[in-house]
T-cell receptor, first 114, second 113 residues
Framework: AQSVTQLGSHVSVSEGALVLLRCNYSSSVPPYLFWYVQYPNQGLQLLLKYTTGATLVKGINGFEAEFKKSETSFHLTKPSAHMSDAAEYFCAVTGQDSSYKLIFGSGTRLLVRP | DAGITQSPRHKVTETGTPVTLRCHQTENHRYMYWYRQDPGHGLRLIHYSYGVKDTDKGEVSDGYSVSRSKTEDFLLTLESATSSQTSVYFC????????????FGSGTQLSVL
């Protein structure tokens, strides 16, 4: 069965610093990969997704992620953190089977210090 | 924002009582999903629907049932609520299969005492 592991339930960075949120997946077939963001008291919003093609994916709000098949990773980065980036981030994976159901990681809460 | 409304937004109930949560969409999307969110577990799929009267189980379906009699409404029922079902429940919709964009509702906070 597919699974997603997010390393670090909490990540704290200073405003202006690099943001790196880690995601590793287990899949026997090339997956589709997603990052979602959840702001307080809201539902999730799609940040970016990888399906096929270019392995470096750019998303909204300056975030990007790189699919590395050899490392089974899909880490999320942003060069310079902003206070408004404070939220919880979820990595998710689905397979190319008929169900296409998303499997979510346990989430990483990003704290941005002034 | 996608037109997804979850009701109620908050509910407190007692163990053993039935509870129904409603998800209503105005997007005419085919796929609808119910997830629960718990600390340390992320979001886990309870049930999903791929059309009117077409539903299937997710990874944590025990104790839950669903119904979809109209495209716009997807109901989640806890037949006999238990304290382990205290959670935040999210409805999501997608126009096609899950490799497309999911739109989420604002969630329902359910407390079972």
């Amino acid at each position: 069965a597919q699974s997603v592991t997010q390393l670090g339930s909490h990540v704290s960075v200073s405003e202006g610093a690099l943001v790196l949120l880690r995601c590793n997946y287990s899949s026997s077939v090339p997956p589709y990969l997603f990052w979602y963001v959840q702001y307080p008291n809201q539902g999730l919003q799609l940040l970016l997704k990888y399906t096929t093609g270019a392995t470096l994916v750019k998303g909204i709000n300056g975030f990007e992620a790189e699919f590395k098949k050899s490392e089974t990773s899909f880490h999320l980065t942003k060069p310079s953190a902003h206070m408004s980036d404070a939220a919880e981030y979820f990595c998710a994976v689905t397979g190319q089977d008929s169900s296409y159901k998303l499997i979510f990681g346990s989430g990483t809460r990003l704290l941005v210090r002034p | 924002d996608a037109g997804i409304t979850q009701s109620p937004r908050h509910k407190v109930t007692e163990t053993g009582t039935p509870v129904t949560l409603r998800c209503h969409q105005t997007e005419n999307h085919r796929y609808m999903y119910w997830y629960r969110q718990d600390p340390g577990h992320g979001l886990r799929l309870i049930h999903y629907s791929y059309g009117v009267k077409d539903t299937d189980k997710g990874e944590v379906s025990d104790g839950y049932s669903v119904s979809r009699s109209k495209t716009e409404d997807f109901l989640l029922t806890l037949e006999s609520a238990t304290s382990s079902q205290t959670s935040v429940y999210f409805c999501a919709i997608s126009e096609s299969v899950a490799n497309e964009k999911l739109f989420f509702g604002s969630g329902t906070q359910l407390s079972v005492l």
